[in-house]
């Protein structure tokens, strides 16, 4: 997607996409970071909201119609008693029923000096999530992340220590940093713990202030790339072989090879 701060423009767009993908035979379908909103980092939010508000009832009943499960890239949700909000990535079963909330953990304070002013701080907006999540789904666990999360590894390791499947990045990459590092982050990720990789992005410019790098792509548990979508808004598919990650696993058994437990 391209979102921008035009929340009924970015609603109908997502729901033309969802519609695409299930059309094309997506049993599990990804949005986006900030799907519904976006703007700079930095900026206020104005339209944080519950798990009870819109931005998740469009997605229950996106859910529901499409009868997919639905990882709802993220929305604002607003925090009790705080002025910032969480980065907040849901998940849906078929039925529309909420099955798991993973807040974002790690936020994208940098200045990247480039010309530009490539300056971010997600924190002065953004409040931290502490859980890692892995949402059960009828193909296996789905581990949830978001964007910069990506860098951490330690946090998709708990994902498969946990049996994840999946492992689910829905991001807004930064142009400077996507051009060298996005896929070799994702694919890095895939590789080490022989998971598919799901990556849905947002694409091209947003407003004057705000590009992102885009390229969605599905790596999987090789770390090869099976989809990957150009500079564009639009839908990519792939086929998930769970007895081709089996073998893998059963072939290069590295995830039963690890001497150090995570803390």
Known sequence: ??????????????????????????????????????????LPVPCAQGLDGPFVAFLREQARRHRIWLVGGTLPEAVPGETRVHNTCVTLDPEGELIAVYRKIHLFDVDLGTAG??????????????EVVVAETAFGGVGLSVCYDVRFPELYRAHAARGARFLCVPAAFARETGKDHWEVLLRARAIENQAFVLAPAQCGRHSPERASYGRSLIADPWGLVLARAGDRPGVVVAECDFEEQDRVRAALPALRHRRLKPA
Do not use: H, I, K
């Open 1 to 42: 997607m391209t979102s921008s701060d035009d929340v009924e423009a970015n609603l109908d767009a997502a729901a033309q996409l969802l519609e695409e993908a299930a059309a094309r035979g997506a049993e599990l379908v990804a949005l986006p970071e900030n799907f519904a909103y976006l703007r700079r980092e930095g």
């Open 117 to 130: 002013g490539d300056v971010f701080s997600e924190s002065a907006t953004v409040a931290p999530g502490e």
